[in-house]
Each structure stands twice: as C-alpha cells, then as structure tokens.
C-alpha cells in the first residue's frame, strides 16, 4: 500500500526556516494536484498551501510571502519552505496529494502521517 511520507519537521526559533518534504514510499508514476495542510490539537484541519502540476500555487493568508510550496515533478516530491516562522506556525503538518501508482491507474487521494513543527524560543 503506497503511503506519503513527510519529514524535515522539528524545533525552530521564531524567525528560522525549515523545509518539509513529501514523496511517497514507493514507486509511483505522477503525483497530481498537492496541498500541506497543518492542525493543532482541538482545531480543524487548516489548508496553508496547494500546488497543481505545472500551475500555480495558493496560499493561506497566513502564511503568504513566508512558505513556499514547490515541486520535483520528476522524482514525485513536493516540498513546503518555511521562512521567518512564527509561534502561531506550530502544528502538525500534513501533506495531501492524488496520486496515479501506475500509468493505467485512476487517481487517488492520500494524505500522510504528518510532521511536527514546533516554533518557540
């Protein structure tokens, strides 16, 4: 069963950066449209950035001007840059993507296990 795998999580003071990434855990033919999204415990799911292939991307306006969500079409990963971090970023973050296992499969949507990013001083 392919699963997405995030990683790049941890501990950071505000103002620092980290990148995330997200690839699946084997061998697949596309990933299509992806998003990360983050929650903290006790609230809902929030959407901070989504990226189609060879479109553009959106963002929470929270996190304009400071992440940037990316791709590597080629090896299937997607990434999430995280500048100038601030306490309110801390959550766990969570990547969503459709992906295609095979060249004849249909698409599919999977989210991953989620990464802790924690932001404090």
């Known amino acids: 069963q392919v699963q997405l795998v995030e990683s790049g999580g941890g501990l950071v003071q505000p103002g620092g950066s980290l990148r995330l990434s997200c690839a699946a855990s084997?061998?697949?033919?596309?990933?299509?449209?992806a998003a990360w999204y983050r929650q903290v415990p006790g609230k809902q799911r929030e959407l901070v950035a989504t990226r189609a292939p060879g479109g553009g991307a959106n963002y929470a306006d929270s996190v304009k001007g400071r992440f940037t969500i990316s791709r590597d079409n080629a090896n299937n990963v997607v990434y999430l840059q995280m500048n100038n971090l601030e306490p309110e970023d801390t959550a766990a973050y969570y990547c969503n993507a459709d992906l295609k296992t095979r060249w004849n499969s249909a698409w599919e949507r999977y989210w991953g296990q989620g990464t802790q990013v924690t932001v404090s001083s």
């Open positions: 084997e061998s697949i033919f596309s990933i299509g449209v």
